[in-house]
């Protein structure tokens, strides 16, 4: 049998215990579809089924439940070591390394390093600003902001800002009159293009057949031209707000049931350091104050 994974067996514990991925997947703050894979990969190097759904629920196999009577104990004294350990050395200090996108550090980020810099004297914190995926374990980042993050992504993290998606364009641009009408739109690359968008307004829904005129790889960009009049495109509320109320923009409505989210991750096993819970735990809580906007 090949050598067992630790933190496989660590996302199965969490799964048995708490009866469920979404449950789960809350607590440990690993997305659901990266635990499913990861337990699947550990059926697979047993050789057994270790869970089966039941309703709503996973339910242990017996052969769950004997692995979970013996990995539940050894996991918590673990973690009971790793706290003593970190107990003896909890400062925070040391270098900070970040990587955010262009959109992300315009949403309070520089405000909120400065703050956390004062609040922490000890940390050299550096922010990397690149629209690329980065990789943080090959490029030596301790953490990675990324918005709406793949959900089989290995890394963990929080989510600190959620935001309703508008569809807006530059007040010359005029407002369609029927259903269906073909616009001039700005799309972003990663979200591929839409045969239409359909949005909800004061007037009800409204259908809209986006005519690509330019293709952008950065919201950033998207946001230029759109406030440079070349065509409507979906944006995150909170980004837009001030143009809205100053009237650069104008807001045709907002995309039902799509939100943008943004996550600041890590690899499982950074959480131990101190000046990672620091920043991770101030980022969401600042956000959770007055930052979360949209």
Same mark, same amino acid.
Not at 56 to 76: C, I, K, S, V
């Given at each position: ?16 215990? !708490? ?8 607590? =440990?703050?690993?997305?659901?579809? =990266? ?5 699947? !990969? ?41 706290? $003593? ?36 004297? !000890? ?49 010359? &641009?005029?407002?369609?009159?029927? !259903?269906?009408?073909? %616009? ?6 990663? =979200? ?19 005519? $690509?005129? &330019? ?64 920043? %991770?735990?101030?980022?969401? $809580? ?9």
């Amino acid at each position: 049998m090949e050598q067992m994974d630790l933190e496989a067996v660590r996302l199965f514990v969490a799964v048995a215990r !708490q009866g469920g991925l979404n449950a789960a997947s809350r607590e =440990t703050g690993v997305p659901k579809a =990266t635990m499913s894979r990861r337990i699947r !990969q550990l059926e697979a190097s047993l050789g057994t089924l270790l869970l089966e759904r039941s309703g709503r629920r996973m339910r242990m196999t017996d052969d769950g439940r004997r692995l979970f009577d013996r990995a539940a104990p050894l996991l918590a004294d673990l973690a009971s070591a790793g706290a $003593e350990i970190s107990a003896r050395d909890g400062e925070v200090r040391g270098t900070l390394r970040v990587s955010v996108p262009a959109l992300l550090a315009r949403s309070g980020i520089g405000a909120f390093a400065t703050a956390f810099v004062k609040r922490y004297p !000890q940390v050299k914190l550096e922010i990397d600003v690149d629209d690329r995926f980065v990789d943080p374990v090959a490029e030596g980042y301790d953490l990675v902001v990324r918005a709406n993050p793949a959900a089989d992504s290995d890394l963990v993290g929080k989510c600190f800002l959620r935001t309703e998606v508008e569809l807006a364009a530059a007040p010359e &641009i005029p407002l369609p009159t029927g !259903q269906n009408e073909v %616009v001039d739109a700005v799309i972003l690359t990663a =979200t591929g293009g839409q045969a239409s968008w359909t949005v909800l307004n004061e007037g009800g829904p409204l259908t809209v057949l986006p005519r $690509e005129t &330019i293709r952008c790889s950065s919201m950033m960009l998207v946001y230029d031209a759109v406030l440079s009049g070349a065509g409507v495109a979906l944006l995150p509320a909170w980004l837009i707000e001030p143009d809205l109320r100053e009237g650069r923009l104008r807001a045709w409505g907002r995309v039902p049931n799509r939100h943008m989210e943004a996550w600041v991750l890590h690899t499982p096993a950074h959480l131990s350091r101190p000046k990672i819970r620091a920043f %991770v735990d101030a980022l969401v $809580e600042a956000y959770r104050s007055g930052g979360n906007r949209g």
